[in-house]
């Protein structure tokens, strides 16, 4: 029997059910975007070899043994490589499995005109009233705004400070139309 958070949280708790003691391999996958990640079998913990992301647990196995596995879900920033040049100077905002957007409905038009340092912090807080419940990012950013109705200027666009809020790629498009953004530009120091 398995309970999971996931994909919001990252605690998954696993009873096991047999007739009768049986010995067989577990293996449990450890993902790569968990930095920090442990098992624990009936309240202790343990570290097992890995073995192409999966962590492999050979043991007898009793009905009522509780696996407890965690996971870090910590927010990421995810940059592509230079040569996918739409992606050039632009990050993604990513949490545990989760990749997320910008929306319209959250940020404002013109989704385009929003950049977020490397190095910005975001946090996930919890939205009851959006889609049944989900895990949204909000962090700080910045709205580029020009001035003048020209098309070209000498003057550097205006800066204002914002929060923007992040939800899952799931889940965009679902409170009106608008626009949506995985990949926001990275703002220049």
């Not at 009873?15 to 391999?25: G, I, Q, S």
């Not at 929003?114 to 939205?127: G, L, P, Q, R, W």
Request: hydrophobic share 35%; net charge negative; charged share 25%.
């Amino acid at each position: 029997r398995v309970q999971s958070e996931f994909p919001f949280g990252g605690n998954t708790s696993i009873e096991v059910k047999v007739d009768a003691p049986v010995e067989r391999t577990f293996h449990f996958r450890m993902p790569e975007w968990s930095e920090q990640s442990s098992i624990s079998i009936n309240g202790e913990t343990m570290t097992p070899s890995l073995k192409q992301g999966y962590a492999e647990v050979r043991r007898v196995w009793n009905s009522g043994d509780s696996v407890r596995l965690e996971f870090v879900m910590k927010v990421n920033k995810k940059f592509s490589r230079y040569e996918v040049d739409v992606n050039r100077g632009r990050l993604a905002l990513t949490r545990g499995p989760l990749v997320y957007c910008l929306e319209q409905v959250d940020n404002g038009p013109n989704l385009d005109a929003v950049t977020i340092a490397s190095d910005a912090n975001f946090s996930a807080e919890e939205c009851s009233d959006v889609l049944g419940g989900i895990m949204a990012l909000t962090g700080p950013a910045v709205r580029e705004q020009t001035d003048s109705g020209e098309l070209y200027s000498d003057r550097p666009p205006t800066e204002e400070k914002i929060t923007a809020t992040a939800v899952p790629y799931y889940a965009w498009n679902n409170r009106g139309p608008g626009e949506m953004l995985v990949w926001v530009r990275r703002a220049v120091d």
